[in-house]
């Protein structure tokens, strides 16, 4: 592109005000990257839940738990593979601002049902060995420096041992990983054995928490949670059992009706860019009059100074939304490293596509009035001018 | 010598508000190809009007202007814009150059508008620096040159792209008495060596004396009698 060079020097002709302008696009979409990745986790978009797994929760509430004894039910449901269950231990590794979530599962069937995460067979046979064993995810070990053989202390805030005292202890007997790249969205996971933990608690034993199918086809999904929940309908123990997909969803979206914030954030922050951006293209063609008639003058057509101007509002915006989206990329990998619970969150195709449709439609907006005003301007008048 | 400029019967004028001004009144001039013109006349006379008719930045309000062959008067603003491109080199009392541009970018300017490769272009601004002396000062800024300098670097940028005609409303207005001697010898050289064609407006008589030919304007018209014979 030839055309480049000069486009590049007028672009930085007032240093300061276009670093300004540059460093405000920058913010913008660095906030626009954020947001629009955890709108689209709050659509469900970007969510990496494509295994063929159903919960099965309590219809009331997923707090509520489900009894053990309807495991032979479910595993009879044609279609399902295998059946977990895990049960929320709620416990707190030595201050609570260090949340993590804790299960109690059946090794055996956690093994079974979570063919996602990798655990190796030495490691498995640690875990069912000894009954203090537990396992961790690769990420959860890596944020806390755990090793193998590391004794970890929890406070449960439900569940008391029968001495009444909240101080379990286990020790990591293993650490599993993904199965195939990034397969394993369960990484910040601790799991403790159910048999142990059954015993060993206060109150509540023959509860089970909620249940996970493995389907042998993923199509069967919606007809085994219409079968399960069927089975159960008018029973003390009424079932809801959807996608693990919705389950996670409908997890968090109980965090307020995020989504409008965002959006009302999103149109804010735009109004405001437009502004910014809007006012330097517009004295960036006033104080340049002369130069652009010249530019006519040795021969530039009005379409050609119409696209020069909008080519250098292109310019700006795509280099500051650029800057902007790649900060993002990095705030949100340091976010899905932090405890909130949420899922990964990670900017996906849909929320680039956005992000590069906002650089252009921003360029155009604030630089089609300069660019007409460019195409329009005559010769002999801006020349007169001196 | 055949005619390269050929105004006949042209008839400027400009309306401001309700008032319409006769700027040009029915003016027909012919000049010849490898002709340097130097173009005087009174303040307000209408002299940059005319140059502007010649150099295709304006139409007449009636009658033709035909410069290397063709209408110019009748082509539309795109056409006159593409014309321009390859018939007429600009230089101004101010150089307006652009200010971010080093030298050589300025002088490539004109080019941007031809399909030379990247190289082709260098060595052309290359030739076009070393013709007005100022090959060494290719990058350099326009707010680090002299006037004088300046000045060369846009007669650089005029003459780059091989125009018909070069096209200088007061070059020398602008500069001190030895520098406008030198740009004057310059354009002088272009007229003899290099066979360009140059129509010069100036208020300065010793700048005129450069010229092959005096053309006086007063009042929108021709003031015969006082024209030069040619050299
Ligand atoms: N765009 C315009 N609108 C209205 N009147 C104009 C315009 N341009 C020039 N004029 C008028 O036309 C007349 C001739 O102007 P022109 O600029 O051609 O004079 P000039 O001979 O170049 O003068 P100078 O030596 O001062 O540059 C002047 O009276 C001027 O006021
Ligand atoms: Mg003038």
Request: proline share 4%; aromatic share 8%; charged share 20%.
């Amino acid at each position: 592109m030839k055309f480049f060079p000069l486009l590049w020097a007028t672009l930085w002709r007032r240093k300061a005000r276009t670093i300004f302008t540059l460093f405000s696009l920058t913010a913008a979409f660095l906030l626009l990257g954020t947001l629009q990745a955890a709108h689209a986790l709050f659509s469900g978009g970007s969510l990496n839940l494509s295994a063929p797994i159903l919960v099965v929760q309590a219809r009331v509430s997923f707090t509520t738990p489900l009894p053990m004894r309807l495991l032979p039910q479910l595993e009879a449901v044609p279609g399902v593979a295998s059946v977990s269950h895990s049960q929320f231990f709620g416990g707190v590794y030595k201050d609570p601002k260090n949340f993590f979530p804790q299960f109690a599962v059946n090794p055996e069937r956690w093994r079974k049902t979570f063919l996602e995460c990798h655990l190796s067979d030495e490691q498995y046979q640690a875990w069912t060995t000894s009954r203090t064993a537990v396992i961790a995810g690769k990420q959860l070990a890596a944020r806390f420096g755990w090793k193998i053989g590391d004794r970890i202390p929890l406070t449960s805030q439900i569940f008391p041992l029968k001495d009444g005292s909240r101080a379990w202890t286990f020790d990591l007997a293993g650490i599993f990983d993904d199965a195939s790249p990034g397969s394993c969205v369960r990484q910040g996971n601790l799991y403790i054995r159910y048999d142990y933990f059954d015993e060993a608690r206060q109150f509540g034993q023959g509860t089970g928490g909620i249940f996970v199918l493995r389907l042998s086809d993923p199509n069967l999904a919606e007809r085994v949670s219409h079968q399960v929940d069927g089975l159960f309908e008018n029973s003390p123990d009424e079932t809801k059992t959807q996608t693990e997909k919705d389950f996670t969803l409908n997890f968090v979206r109980q965090l307020g009706n995020l989504n409008l914030i965002i959006t009302w954030i999103t149109l804010a922050v735009f109004f405001s860019i437009l502004l910014v951006s809007g006012n330097t293209m517009s004295q960036a063609v006033r104080e340049r009059i002369p130069e652009l008639a010249v530019l006519k003058t040795i021969g530039f057509t009005d379409a050609g100074v119409l696209a020069l101007v909008l080519a250098e509002s292109l310019l700006l915006c795509v280099l500051g939304g650029l800057t902007g989206m790649l900060l993002s990329v990095g705030v949100l990998k340091v976010i899905s490293k932090l405890p909130t619970g949420i899922p990964p969150i990670s900017a996906d195709g849909s929320v680039w596509l956005f992000a590069a449709a906002s650089m252009v439609g921003l360029a155009l907006l604030v630089g089609i009035l300069p660019a007409f005003r460019a195409k329009n301007l005559s010769i002999i008048e801006a020349l007169a001018v001196r | 010598m055949s005619a390269i400029v050929s105004l006949s019967n042209v008839v400027k004028s400009y309306t401001r508000g309700k008032q319409t001004v006769e700027v040009l009144h029915h003016l027909s001039i012919e000049i010849a190809q490898g002709d340097f013109v130097a173009l005087m006349g009174p303040s307000g006379s209408g002299k940059t009007t005319l140059l502007n008719l010649i150099g295709g930045l304006d139409r007449p309000s009636s009658g033709e202007v035909k410069v290397a062959g063709e209408r110019i008067d009748q082509l539309s603003s795109g056409q006159l814009a593409k014309w321009r491109a390859r018939h007429v080199g600009f230089v101004f009392q101010f150089y307006n150059l652009m200010p971010m541009l080093s030298a050589e970018r300025n002088v490539e300017l004109p080019l941007l508008l031809t399909s030379l490769s990247s190289a082709q272009r260098k060595k052309n601004v290359q030739a076009a620096l070393t013709v007005v002396g100022l090959a060494e000062r290719a990058k350099h800024k326009p707010a680090e040159l002299s006037g004088g300098q300046a000045q060369r670097v846009a007669i650089a940028r005029a003459l780059v792209a091989d125009p018909t005609l070069l096209v200088c409303d007061e070059p020398t207005g602008d500069l001190d008495r030895s520098t406008a001697d030198e740009i004057l010898h310059l354009l002088q050289v272009l007229n003899k060596d290099h066979g360009k064609t140059i129509v010069m407006v100036t208020h300065d008589p010793k700048a005129a004396e450069y010229a092959s030919h005096q053309l006086h304007l007063d009042k929108g018209q021709l003031v015969e009698g006082d024209v030069k014979a040619a050299a």
